[in-house]
């Protein structure tokens, strides 16, 4: 199976079309019609709740634009759904709530976020919600795992990896030397078949998106694009970039 031509067809809108002075907050409801109006596809990320729903959020823990403090996994659904966010007063969606807003209108990018534990959790939640929506979606993760996971519970479901050429921040000080050598250079593709890379644009070019791309045909997606000078780098090194900041002409 291939990536969905529509998956580079038009710009991916990183974490919907957010814009904090417009008090419309990145993975918010705002920023989901937002990037439907313009047309965009919209990239989003999930996290596991305590009761096993997936929810629309980036950060592990409530406070970067939240009241509150605590990890989400150990909060439930219907108490994330009350959080309150800074400067709006929309509050967290599960993927339910997503799939109902977006009908199918443009393409969803999905990152499934990860703690890198092996838990399946929040693939099998997706897979789960899903299977009912007809609209066009993909997903995808920084964690080899988790996109083996997608690829044995819903092989029909087209699957990226998120990526990048080092491991070596602070980011991934949890990681064991081990689960970072595998992500390294995408060593783990054969076993996970991803249909696409989406790769860091600060880092690209590299030789492994360049030889998935090139060589197995993957298309390569760029994050997260900003400035005119990453524009560029996409157009000349990718396939689609994943933007943020700005409103593309096209």
Not at 89 to 102: K, Q
Not at 104 to 127: A, I, N, Q
Not at 166 to 176: A, I, P
Request: glycine residues 6%; charged residues 20%; neutral net charge.
């Amino acid at each position: 199976m291939r990536a969905p031509d529509w998956l580079t067809a038009r710009p991916v809108a990183h974490r919907g079309l957010h814009d904090r002075n417009r008090a419309i907050i990145e993975n918010m409801p705002a920023a989901v019609v937002a990037a439907v109006a313009g047309r965009f596809s919209i990239e989003v990320d999930l996290q596991l709740s305590a009761d096993g729903e997936a929810m629309v959020h980036h950060d592990a823990k409530l406070g970067r634009l939240t009241e509150g403090d605590g990890a989400l996994i150990d909060k439930t659904a219907a108490q994330l759904k009350q959080v309150v966010f800074r400067d709006t007063p929309e509050r967290m969606m599960t993927l339910s709530d997503l799939c109902t807003l977006v009908a199918g209108r443009v393409p969803l990018v999905l990152e499934v976020k990860s703690h890198f534990t092996g838990d399946r959790k929040l693939v099998r939640r997706m897979v789960q919600v899903l299977a009912s929506y007809s609209g066009p979606v993909v997903a995808m993760s920084f964690d080899p795992d988790q996109l083996l996971a997608v690829r044995e519970l819903a092989p029909a479901l087209p699957r990226g990896i998120v990526a990048q050429r080092t491991y070596d921040d602070d980011y991934w000080t949890s990681l064991s030397p081990a689960q970072r050598q595998s992500m390294v250079a995408l060593r783990h593709g054969f076993q996970t078949q991803p249909h696409f890379v989406a790769y860091w644009i600060d880092q690209l070019p590299a030789p492994a998106p360049w030889i998935a791309r090139n060589i197995f045909g993957c298309p390569l997606l760029s994050w997260t694009v900003r400035t005119p000078e990453q524009r560029a780098r996409v157009a000349r090194l990718a396939d689609q970039m994943i933007f943020e900041g700005f409103v593309p002409e096209a």
